[in-house]
């Protein structure tokens, strides 16, 4: 009797079937994979595991940390037309970047097992009418918060406004600096970089300030509601926030939270299962909630819709191996088993897998944050998205350090836009 997961990789039309000729020679795969929190270690136990079925080879290859850094060093590798990875996890912010050099999932993965994706993650990731890559995991910004301090100090709920948030993480922070000086109120992404991007629009649509670029492709961010949100970030800076958050990213953030040194963090999902790990000084002593909206008649909880995927590069010397390899990571058991471990499934059945459920509340509260988050402005702007996202973190940044107005900021930001608009998107 076949196992579920090769009955279900056979549905998938792959030649993952043990005996297939296709596979048995062993072949030598090399796949990049990120290195934010357990990202890498997984990577190596799921390739692991797939290898060993096969009877294949994999190499697991670290990706720089830094997204825009890592972004580059794709481009010139697969400018180059280098075969010396077969697997690229990218984000998914890039698919219009980096669509020519991958291969055509939809020539590996029948059209029916697509439909057990989110639709718009598929739509996402087709570029030209080609599927350039297999949606991985997903992501969205949350709000984590110590259960034990809000009830310690009196607050029942965790804050719906960043008002609420501000008051909750000042009266924690100086209760709890009585006998720690390390500890911060909140903590976040404040460097300039693609993780500010993320953050600073979650604020900006939390206060009704549009998202950067409307849909028709109209610059839309110098407005007063994008001012006063970026003006209310700057303000934590140095109050509830360390001066040093203007350099964070993600595992500067979750290092201090972690630590048990902050009362409020902004984070990805990832976050929660190392938060929950056995030697975590904060284990069972958090929840995760969506972010505070802002104020004004079109304020709104926002989170900032990210995640990473697979492409198989169409240099490659083992393209049916590769695809082969995407297809079993993306698969329901992988994402079943990685979901445990703090990221989102791309396939709708896996939030609702009684086992995962068991084994990770959690999960089931991210499917309708998955559902509503906020999309940045990639596809209107396509090739021309790192510079757009570029210019606004800058802007961004500045604010945050003190170098400029958030008005200043946002007008010099749109003058940036409409050159890199030029003529059109």
């Not at 048995?24 to 990577?43: H, K, P, S, Y």
């Not at 048990?260 to 069972?284: T, V």
Request: proline share 4%; aromatic share 10%; glycine share 8%.
């Amino acid at each position: 009797m076949k196992s579920k997961l090769v009955t279900t990789l056979m549905a998938f039309g792959t030649v993952m079937a043990l005996g297939s000729a296709a596979l048995a020679q062993g072949v030598n795969l090399r796949i990049m994979c990120g290195t934010v929190g357990t990202q890498f270690e997984l990577c190596k136990k799921v390739t692991g595991d797939w290898a060993q079925k096969t009877g294949n080879r994999v190499e697991v290859i670290q990706a720089v940390p830094s997204s825009n850094d890592r972004l580059a060093s794709y481009q010139q590798q697969l400018a180059a037309g280098s075969s010396d990875i077969d697997i690229y996890q990218i984000e998914n912010i890039w698919p219009s970047l980096l669509g020519d050099f991958f291969v055509d999932m939809k020539d590996h993965v029948p059209a029916t097992a697509l439909r057990d994706f989110f639709p718009t993650m598929i739509e996402n990731h087709t570029v030209n009418n080609r599927l350039i890559a297999l949606p991985w995991y997903g992501d969205a910004g949350l709000l984590y918060f110590r259960t034990d301090l809000l009830e310690k100090y009196g607050f029942k709920a965790p804050p719906k406004t960043w008002a609420e948030l501000e008051a909750q993480a000042k009266v924690i922070q100086e209760g709890e600096r009585r006998s720690n000086p390390n500890f911060w109120g909140y903590v976040w992404q404040g460097n300039a970089y693609e993780g500010l991007t993320c953050n600073a629009l979650e604020w900006i649509v939390s206060f009704g300030g549009g998202t950067i670029i409307d849909t028709r492709g109209n610059i839309t961010v110098n407005n007063p509601q994008a001012a006063a949100a970026l003006r209310m970030a700057a303000g934590w800076v140095g109050t509830i926030s360390p001066r040093g958050v203007t350099s964070y990213r993600e595992e500067d953030s979750r290092g201090v939270w972690q630590a048990g040194n902050a009362a409020f963090m902004r984070n990805w999902p990832y976050a929660y299962a190392l938060g929950n790990s056995a030697d975590s000084p904060i284990r069972g002593k958090f929840d995760v909630t969506v972010l505070p909206r802002g104020t004004g008649p079109n304020a709104k909880s926002a989170s900032t819709f990210g995640g990473h995927s697979l492409a198989v590069n169409r240099f490659s010397k083992n393209v049916k191996a590769a695809a082969d390899l995407a297809v079993y990571m993306a698969s329901y058991e992988v994402q079943a088993f990685r979901a445990t471990m703090g990221f989102n499934p791309t396939r709708p059945a896996v939030y609702k897998d009684a086992a995962v459920l068991r084994a990770a509340p959690f999960v089931g509260k991210m499917d309708d944050v998955m559902n509503s988050a906020t999309v940045r402005p990639t596809t209107i702007t396509g090739t021309k998205y790192p510079r757009v996202s570029e210019a606004f973190w800058n802007a961004s940044h500045s604010v945050l350090t003190g170098r400029s107005t958030a008005g200043a900021a946002l007008a010099q930001l749109q003058s940036t836009l409409n050159r890199i608009k030029g003529n059109g998107w």
